[in-house]
């Protein structure tokens, strides 16, 4: 099983900031195969980020995914108010799925 | 547009089992694979396994296998999840996702559309 570690848990930053949170693998995953969802207290996750760089439909340009091998990131920037919620990596690279633990982006 | 509508919330004692459905419209309920994810309360989210509505071909996590049942019902596009020989730590929100490519592209996917997920509680 592919275990995904995410960092910081927690990450507190103010409106306007750029926030980047990381995800990385405990062995290389390709890239293709490495998504990002949002989530908000009482709601279901929604896909942000696949393929490790691609929006999904509809999502802002301000949301940006990166990365390859075992480290990816996935960049937010000028922060605002409805984007503080708990961000979660995913790999779809194997036939067990796994999403990483979660980093919950906080308003300082 | 593309909507998942699953049943309502449930209170199970150990040891029994619980089922939960997952109803889709808006897209070919045969041409993506309904994934199955679960929640406990304050904690992160936990991949159960998908079933292909075409086939009723199944991939289960691991970790439940032997415990876990997913099928379906193409007559009325609705997919299941059963869960048996319940435990307290199963206590969680049940959640369906679809696939966001049709398996003849990539059986490989990540999840475009959810269910607003189903609570189930286990507790004597």
């Known amino acids: 099983e592919i275990v995904l570690t995410q960092s910081p848990g927690t990450l507190s930053l103010s409106p306007g900031e750029r926030a980047t949170l990381s995800c990385r693998a405990s062995?290389?995953?390709?890239?293709?195969?490495l998504a990002w969802y949002q989530q908000k207290p009482g709601q279901a996750p929604r896909l942000l980020i696949y393929?490790?760089?691609s929006r999904a439909n509809g999502i802002p340009d301000k949301f940006s995914g990166s990365g390859s091998g075992t480290d990816f990131t996935l960049t937010i920037s000028r922060l605002e108010p409805e984007d503080f919620a708990v961000y979660y990596c995913?790999?779809?690279?194997?036939?067990?799925?796994?999403f990483g633990q979660g980093t919950k982006l906080e308003i300082k | 547009q593309v909507q998942l509508v699953q049943s309502g919330a449930e209170v199970e004692k150990p040891g029994a089992s619980v089922k939960v459905s997952c109803k889709a419209s808006?897209?070919?309920?045969?041409?993506?694979?309904l994934h199955w994810v679960r929640q406990a309360p304050g904690q992160g989210l936990e991949w159960m396994g998908w079933?292909?509505?075409?086939?009723?071909?199944?991939n289960y996590a691991q970790k439940f296998e032997g415990r876990v049942t997913m099928t379906r019902d193409t007559s009325i596009s609705t997919a299941y999840m059963e869960l048996s020989s319940l435990r307290s730590d199963d206590t969680a929100v049940y959640y369906c996702?679809?696939?966001?490519?049709?398996?003849?592209?990539?059986?490989?996917?990540?999840?475009?559309?959810w269910g607003q997920g189903a609570l189930v509680t286990v507790s004597s």
């Open positions: 996702a679809k696939g966001a490519v049709p398996p003849g592209i990539s059986v490989l996917t990540a999840f475009d559309y």
């Open positions: 808006g897209y070919t309920f045969t041409g993506y694979f």
């Open positions: 079933i292909n509505p075409n086939s009723g071909d199944t």
């Open positions: 062995q290389s995953v390709s890239s293709r195969y």
């Open positions: 393929g490790a760089s």
């Open positions: 995913q790999q779809y690279a194997s036939s067990q799925y796994t």
